[in-house]
């Protein structure tokens, strides 16, 4: 009964009870309070009757509209499983990025359990090892890809199947939930202009090389070519060679690049990532070449690169972000149905002499 029939019931009542009074002869004036008592009481029987019915109807769409309000929510007690497809943990940055996740996982979502895999380097493994983690179910998969092109069937197949997927560092030539990245292509631009800064804008330049294929290598090299190409005429690339971002095969190839220019005819090495920075300044050392004054960059932010920047092996470094914990929040938000953007920009910074004590003991270990 809503408030409408509660109303009319009232008016009733109060019609009935006002008849009676009216229509009464004299002679029987002396039984009107009993009457009025009677009409009272039942009055008030009918009203409590009624504002029941009331209060019970009320509770009940209060109930439908908390349930339909609920529907699709999380509760925040469901337990989720996510893969993470690692690339390879053979450098400082990799480790990074799993790890401060992780940690920051374990201090704000316990209910994240984890499936981790480890490509050791090897596309092939990586692609299999996403497959693996679709076999067993997983809610959500994290992936720092080694190449593009490599893991497009198997990311694909992910997506297909339901799953979602949260890419970091690299991305991958298919569609994804979100892609957490920073720009390579304009670290590669902040490289150009900083090199070209130190060196007056002319000068040979030797660009050590990533891995051909990734999406880290391809945007740092065309960030910092199409801008010395475009900006800088007197500065030419003399030299450059895919080093797999591996500090071994930097040290051979800058082994060969010394004996192939002489004194004064290399100006600065641009590489593409901190370890091979790191090999290279050690190479030109090695050489007995240090004295020439060859600017050496690198990219990704470690401890052992910002040492490096501030006894002046290095000219500087430009710090990759981690992904963290951008990639973590990002992956919690799409398992709990939560607003957020398929894209994640985060920023990079340059670490030079002017301002590598600030972060000194901040790098990847």
């Known amino acids: 009964m809503n408030k409408k029939v509660l109303s009319a019931l009232l008016t009733g009542v109060m019609v009935v009870s006002l008849s009676g009074c009216g229509s009464a002869p004299a002679e029987t004036k002396t039984e009107e309070p009993a009457k009025e008592e009677a009409v009272a009481e039942e009055t008030t029987e009918v009203a409590e009757e009624a504002a029941e019915e009331v209060t019970e109807e009320a509770s009940t769409e209060e109930i439908k509209d908390e349930a339909t309000a609920t529907v699709d929510e999380p ?5 989720f499983t996510i893969g993470y497809a690692q690339r390879a943990t053979d450098a400082a940055y990799t480790i990074a990025i799993k790890e401060r996740n992780q940690e920051y996982a374990k201090e704000h979502y316990p209910n994240l359990q984890w499936v981790e895999t480890d490509a050791q380097g090897d596309v092939a493994t990586q692609a299999a090892n996403i497959e693996d983690l679709i076999s067993r179910g997983v809610d959500l998969i994290m992936v ?7 893991l497009t069937d198997a990311v694909a197949e992910a997506m297909d199947a339901g799953i979602p997927v949260v890419t970091m ?10 892609k957490v990245v920073a720009d390579n292509k304009e670290m590669g631009v902040m490289a150009a202009d900083k090199l070209a800064e130190m060196m007056g804008g002319k000068g040979n330049v030797i660009e050590v090389c990533g891995t051909t294929g990734s999406s ?9 070519e199409e801008t010395i190409a475009s900006k800088y005429p007197d500065i030419k690339i003399v030299d450059s060679q895919d080093c797999d971002f591996n500090s071994a095969k930097a040290a051979s190839y800058m082994e060969d690049m010394l004996q192939k220019y002489g004194e004064g005819e290399i100006q600065a090495i641009y590489c593409h990532n901190d370890p091979m920075a790191e ?3 050690e190479t030109v050392v090695a050489a007995g070449r240090d004295n020439e004054g060859i600017l050496i960059t690198g990219m990704d932010g470690e401890e052992a690169a910002f040492q490096m920047v501030e006894n002046g092996q290095m000219a500087f470094t430009i710090i990759y972000p981690t992904m963290s914990p951008e990639a973590m929040i990002a992956a919690y938000n799409v398992l709990t149905k939560q607003p957020q953007d398929e894209v994640v920009n985060c920023i990079p910074t340059l670490v030079s002499k002017e301002n590598v004590a600030e972060h000194l003991g901040t790098g990847l270990q």
């Open 216 to 224: 880290a290598a391809i945007d740092r090299q065309a960030g910092f």
């Open 144 to 150: 720092s890809p080694l190449t593009s092109d490599g």
């Open 279 to 281: 090999a290279v300044a």
């Open 169 to 178: 560092d690299r991305e991958v030539d298919t569609p994804v939930t979100v």
């Open 75 to 79: 509760s925040g007690d469901e337990t």
